[in-house]
């Protein structure tokens, strides 16, 4: 669903214009960098800067003329979501951590979300490549300066000192996704060549210093995708078919061997077959979910601490260590906003998807890199919670494109009509 589109507009191209004004343009543009950049920790700030940030885009969206306001995209499902996520504070089994969570998202939602409603094609996509060059670029920087942007440590001493580099974010895991978006990003939009080696070799340096066998095996699996989307591109009529038929069977053909040979690989990646304790956390996560299947126990109601609450401290003990998420994209979704999260969050979801998909033949090289990033959150979400948080702002960064991309043509229409 979208806000009225006025008919007598007429650009001067499919995707620039003055509509939101060149002041209300630079606040939603800087709102969206700084949105991003401290949504997924590629930067550390003061934590009152979110405010600031939500602030900006507000402020924008004042100065921004009626015409623009009347054209402003607004995506029900996002609406939807964000409201569930606020009202899981009603049900919450810990009312400080769920304040906090909601104190630490909802500033950047607002920020990131009326920035992609109000801003166009090419303003948003100026402002991901962006975020992603600083965020490589600040974490070579902490890498090179810090020594605890180098190894992990857990400040509530009751896990071991980890290795692996990881800049700004808080864990290697964190940052590995957001240089494989990088890589993808500067194979396909970058147009400078000097840039998109720079950025390409940087991100790739940072996810082998950070010795992720996530963010590796991610690389790989979105980089494999890339190549296939591209030959895919290139397919035409019958052969298209024929060509994803093929795929198809191929892929389940990997699937089975990885299957058959699973103690083999995970050996030689160093893992165990309880995937570094995964399988435990997994374990006791189902029994809580199973507890409160509808509502879960609230955004950031469980596995919160130290202090935590006597029912984490339960969980703790069952898995044997503390654990800070489920390590699973839908346990984690499940547990904190249940059945009912879930759906809606899927609502979202697939019409994103749906919108990236849309796009193939008007935006080939954008559309390739937004479903690498929804290749890059399924398969991440086997092992990591990659369902809200940061991801939740790279979700509505593809829903504001693709809408804008769909308005964007209906507008050509308009005008050659």
């Known amino acids: 669903m979208t806000g009225r589109i006025d008919p007598g507009w007429r650009a001067r191209s499919i995707y620039q214009s003055d ?3 060149p002041i209300s343009e630079l606040a939603l543009r800087a709102a969206l960098v700084a949105g991003l950049l401290i949504g997924t920790g590629a930067v550390r700030v003061p934590f009152a800067t979110r405010y600031l940030v939500m602030l900006l885009a507000v402020g ?10 009347m054209r402003m995209r607004v995506s029900l499902s996002i609406l939807l979501f964000i409201g569930t996520f606020v009202l899981s504070s009603l049900w919450t089994i810990e009312p400080g951590a769920t304040q906090f969570r909601m104190q630490q998202w909802i500033p950047l939602f607002l920020a990131v979300g009326l920035s992609t409603a109000l801003l166009e094609r090419d303003p948003i996509v100026e402002s991901v490549r962006l975020v992603l060059r600083i965020g490589v670029v600040m974490s070579l920087f902490a890498t090179a300066a810090f020594v605890e942007s180098r190894t992990h440590i857990d400040p509530t001493g009751f896990n071991p000192e980890l290795e692996g580099w990881h800049g700004f974010f808080s864990h290697k895991n964190v940052m590995a996704p957001f240089m494989v978006m990088a890589i993808v990003s500067a194979i396909r939009l970058e147009t ?3 840039l998109r080696w720079m950025v390409g070799i940087g991100a790739a340096v940072l996810i082998v ?7 590796a095996t991610a690389l790989a699996v979105v980089l494999g995708f890339l190549w296939w989307w591209n030959v895919l591109e290139r397919q035409s009529g ?4 024929g060509f994803v038929a093929i795929s198809v069977v191929g892929f389940l053909g990997l699937l089975a061997s990885a299957a058959l040979s699973l103690q083999a690989l995970t050996l030689a990646s160093g893992k165990d077959l309880t995937f570094t304790g995964r399988t435990e956390i997994w374990s006791a996560v189902i029994v809580k979910i199973g507890e409160r299947p509808w509502t879960g126990y609230g955004v950031g109601g469980l596995l919160w601490g130290p202090p935590p609450s006597p029912t984490t401290a339960a969980v703790w003990r069952d898995i044997g260590f503390s654990a800070s998420h489920s ?3 839908i346990l984690d979704l499940l547990l904190q906003m249940g059945l009912i999260g879930l759906v809606i969050y899927t609502i979202f979801w697939v019409s994103t998807v749906r919108s990236v998909v849309a796009m193939r033949n008007t935006e080939p090289a954008l559309a390739a890199v937004l479903l690498c990033f929804v290749v890059l959150q399924i398969y991440t979400s086997l092992s990591e919670s990659t369902f809200l948080g940061a991801w939740m702002l790279w ?6 494109l693709g809408l804008e991309v769909s308005l964007a043509g209906k507008r050509r229409s308009s005008s050659h009509g």
């Not at 210093?209 to 963010?215: F, H």
């Not at 019958?238 to 078919?241: A, C, D, G, K, S």
């Open 238 to 241: 019958r052969w298209t078919q």
């Open 327 to 329: 390590h699973s994209g």
């Open 19 to 21: 509509a939101v004004g």
């Open 395 to 400: 979700l509505m960064v593809m829903r504001g």
């Open 192 to 194: 400078e060549p000097v």
């Open 209 to 215: 210093g950070s010795t992720s066998v996530t963010g």
């Open 60 to 69: 924008a969206l004042v100065l921004a003329p009626r015409g623009a306001l």
